[in-house]
């Protein structure tokens, strides 16, 4: 079975600064991919950046990044010039391809900006 | 182009009750999926279909069913509500491929149970 592990329940950055939220992962898939998700109070479910495990390079979108780290099992989300408008709960989740759409998510770290 | 739909949005139930949570997508998806979320355990998978008659059981499917008629709609029935269950819903619909490239997950908007 595949789980998935966010050790940070919350964390504060001030705004402008970088932040860099943990996810580590289990799974003895080799087709896999993982996200990161956005959700704010609205509780709507943003995606944020994916990842597939085939690819070496660290996926990225704008001030989002990811340091992907296959033999470790790491994913980690780091946000560049934090706004105020990027707090809310951030998931990690791991999707594999022969499940099809059906995602594990880990307890999610809720993000604080600081103004 | 609507997405996914979830209805309803709000929904206060008494304990015993049933309702159904309807899912709808327009995209022609295949795979159709329910999640529950509660604090500090992310979302959980309750049911999922990857067609028109097929479903089967994610992590958490009891107290739940599904089915599966038509490619669009996808409704979760609560056949008898406990409070265990209240928790906010989400659907979510993606195509069937065949490689991990290109594989976007739509999620609905959420809908909040509460159950007394």
């Known amino acids: 079975a595949q789980t998935v592990t966010q050790s940070q329940p919350e964390m504060s950055v001030q705004e402008a600064e970088t932040v860099t939220l943990s996810c580590t992962y289990d799974?003895?898939?080799?087709?896999?991919?993982l996200f990161w998700y956005k959700q704010p109070p609205s509780r709507q479910m943003i995606l944020v950046i994916r990842q597939e495990a085939y690819k070496q390079q660290n996926a990225t979108e704008n001030r989002f990044s990811v340091n992907f780290q296959k033999a470790a099992k790491s994913f980690s989300l780091k946000i560049s010039d934090s706004q105020l408008g990027d707090a809310a709960m951030y998931f990690c989740?791991?999707?594999?391809?022969?499940?099809?759409?059906?995602?594990?998510f880990g307890a999610g770290t809720i993000l604080r900006v600081k103004s | 182009n609507a997405g996914v739909t979830q209805t309803p949005k709000f929904q206060v139930l008494k304990t015993g009750q049933s309702m159904t949570l309807q899912c709808a997508q327009d995209?022609?998806?295949?795979?159709m999926s329910w999640y529950r979320q509660d604090p500090g355990m992310g979302l959980r998978l309750i049911h999922y279909?990857?067609?028109?008659?097929?479903?089967d059981q994610g992590e958490v499917p009891n107290g739940y069913n599904v089915s599966r008629s038509t490619t669009e709609d996808f409704p979760l029935r609560l056949l008898s509500a406990a409070p265990s269950q209240t928790s906010v819903y989400f659907c979510?619909?993606?195509?069937?491929?065949?490689?991990?490239?290109?594989?976007?997950?739509?999620f609905g908007e959420g809908s909040w149970l509460t159950v007394v």
């Open positions: 799974t003895s898939e080799s087709d896999y991919y």
């Open positions: 995209m022609n998806h295949e795979y």
């Open positions: 979510a619909s993606s195509r069937r491929t065949g490689t991990i490239s290109g594989n976007t997950i739509y």
């Open positions: 989740a791991f999707g594999a391809l022969r499940y099809g759409n059906k995602l594990v």
């Open positions: 279909s990857v067609g028109a008659g097929i479903t």
